[in-house]
């Protein structure tokens, strides 16, 4: 069974920064293509940043310089370290995972909160 589960969510001033963590299980982390996706109240899901094979990197322009997506395929984890955080990055984030034959797997979540 495929497990995400995300941590390090928060309330956070604006300016600040937290990272966000994604623990995976129940598959080959390391074939897989890893992201973060963010959904504001009202909105639709967005993808934030991506990660691949052989660490190839692509990011949501409103974030880039940032935001920065990391993997440890020996920890079977993705990161997502958020600087310069402001009220727009407010979200519940999700961690994804992607398959070569495109299946996907979803995290539960984790809310992150910019408010001063």
């Known amino acids: 069974q495929v497990q995400l589960v995300e941590s390090g969510g928060g309330l956070v001033q604006p300016g600040g920064s937290l990272r966000l963590s994604c623990a995976a299980s129940?598959?080959?982390?390391?074939?897989?293509?890893m992201s973060w996706y963010r959904q504001a109240p009202g909105k639709e899901r967005e993808l934030v940043a991506s990660i691949s094979r052989p660490d190839n990197r692509n990011y949501l322009d409103s974030v880039k310089g940032r935001f920065a997506i990391s993997r440890d395929n020996a920890k079977n984890s993705v990161y997502l370290q958020m600087n310069r955080l402001s009220t727009a990055d407010t979200a519940v984030y999700y961690c994804s995972a992607v398959s070569d034959t495109n299946r996907r797997y979803w995290g539960q979540g984790t809310q992150v909160t910019v408010s001063s």
């Open positions: 129940g598959l080959h982390f390391s074939v897989y293509v």
